[in-house]
């Protein structure tokens, strides 16, 4: 059974929050609505547990974070606790089905893409596997989620191929992907700071997409979760997208947010990252496909 839970505890103000490292949230499975939560013990997942309350402003906090695991096994404990309408386990055994059926329409068209580098024409195929949402595996062509691209007003569906570039020509040098709940207190403080990163980004050909799992109330997220993500933390340099499959959870216990690092040239994912501990990882990534 899923399990989202922190990686550590931490109790402290979002100032001494921000300097934490692998700090994560606790646990997952749906409702609509934005209700984010202050400092305090105010339950499990960094943001306290979710509320039944959907209609409560915002007030972005950090609140505590609770669990234990070792996050390499993948071992943990804690639920976001309150009634969901999904489970944790039906989240995660659906996400490859129910992923793939969604995007069947909006990705299957091509499994290559064709692009120009300064030497002339380079068809760019697409990784054939082994696919995985582990460190080493390579992310499945057919993956889309509805939601923002950079800079949208409307939403759409974004594929992941949308990223592929192995030969630079898009500009595109590493590829960060947040995994959020609304819930999760350390997803609020990563939001928070993602707006001051969106010019250095930029230049570094950094591209961030952040999918929404879960929404205050722990069930699956929808489209105006991720609208409401976007909009109130002023994520509209990055795409946001409803993830309600949690597409790339895996197995066993998973640490919120949860940050997967993927390599344009060959989609392949070269970390996986439980928590916010910063942007070291990533922009090494970018330093090293610009060069």
Same mark, same amino acid.
Request: hydrophobic content about 30%; glycine content about 12%.
């Given at each position: 059974?899923?399990?989202?839970?922190?990686?550590?505890?931490?109790?402290?103000?979002?100032?001494?929050?921000?300097?934490?490292?692998?700090?994560?949230?606790?646990?997952?499975?749906?409702?609509d609505?934005?209700?984010?939560?202050?400092?305090?013990?105010?339950?499990?997942?960094?943001?306290?547990?979710?509320?039944?309350?959907?209609?409560?402003?915002?007030?972005?906090?950090?609140?505590?974070?609770?669990?234990?695991?070792d996050?390499?096994?993948?071992?943990?404990?804690?639920?976001?606790g309150?009634?969901?309408?999904? =489970?944790? /386990?039906s989240? +995660? #055994?659906? *996400? @490859? !089905? %129910? &992923?793939? $059926?969604? =995007?069947? /329409?909006?990705? +299957? #068209?091509? *499994? @290559? !893409? %064709? &692009?120009? $580098?300064?030497?002339?024409?380079?068809?760019?195929?697409?990784?054939?596997?082994?696919?995985?949402?582990?460190?080493?595996?390579?992310?499945?062509?057919?993956?889309a989620?509805?939601?923002?691209?950079?800079?949208?007003?409307?939403?759409?569906?974004?594929?992941?191929?949308?990223?592929?570039?192995?030969?630079?020509?898009?500009?595109?040098?590493?590829?960060?992907?947040?995994?959020?709940?609304?819930?999760?207190?350390?997803?609020?403080?990563?939001?928070?700071?993602?707006?001051?990163?969106?010019?250095?980004?930029?230049?570094?050909?950094?591209?961030?997409?952040?999918?929404?799992?879960?929404?205050?109330?722990?069930?699956?997220?929808?489209?105006?979760?991720?609208?409401?993500?976007?909009?109130?933390?002023?994520?509209?340099?990055?795409?946001?997208?409803?993830?309600?499959?949690?597409?790339?959870?895996?197995?066993?216990s998973?640490?919120?947010?949860?940050?997967?690092?993927?390599?344009?040239?060959?989609?392949?994912?070269?970390?996986?990252?439980?928590?916010?501990?910063?942007?070291?990882?990533?922009?090494?990534?970018?330093?090293?496909?610009?060069?």
């Amino acid at each position: 059974m899923l399990s989202l839970r922190p990686a550590h505890r931490a109790t402290a103000s979002l100032a001494v929050l921000a300097t934490l490292a692998f700090a994560a949230c606790n646990s997952i499975t749906g409702a609509d609505g934005l209700t984010l939560y202050g400092t305090g013990d105010e339950g499990e997942g960094g943001g306290g547990s979710p509320s039944d309350d959907t209609t409560s402003g915002p007030s972005t906090g950090s609140g505590d974070s609770t669990g234990s695991g070792d996050t390499s096994t993948g071992q943990g404990a804690g639920h976001p606790g309150n009634d969901t309408t999904s =489970s944790s /386990s039906s989240t +995660s #055994s659906s *996400s @490859s !089905s %129910s &992923s793939s $059926s969604s =995007s069947s /329409s909006s990705s +299957s #068209s091509s *499994s @290559s !893409s %064709s &692009s120009t $580098s300064s030497g002339g024409p380079l068809d760019c195929e697409y990784p054939d596997g082994p696919f995985g949402v582990t460190k080493g595996t390579y992310v499945k062509g057919t993956l889309a989620w509805e939601g923002y691209d950079d800079n949208a007003n409307q939403s759409g569906a974004i594929s992941i191929q949308d990223y592929f570039d192995c030969d630079g020509s898009k500009g595109i040098n590493a590829i960060l992907i947040i995994n959020s709940a609304t819930w999760c207190g350390v997803c609020q403080q990563e939001a928070s700071d993602l707006p001051s990163h969106a010019s250095s980004f930029a230049a570094k050909g950094i591209k961030v997409l952040t999918l929404m799992v879960e929404n205050s109330q722990g069930a699956p997220a929808t489209l105006a979760t991720a609208t409401s993500w976007r909009d109130y933390f002023g994520l509209e340099a990055y795409s946001t997208c409803a993830d309600p499959n949690f597409t790339f959870a895996g197995n066993g216990s998973v640490g919120l947010p949860l940050q997967i690092l993927v390599d344009p040239r060959t989609m392949k994912i070269v970390d996986r990252i439980e928590g916010y501990a910063g942007y070291s990882a990533i922009t090494a990534l970018a330093d090293k496909n610009a060069n």
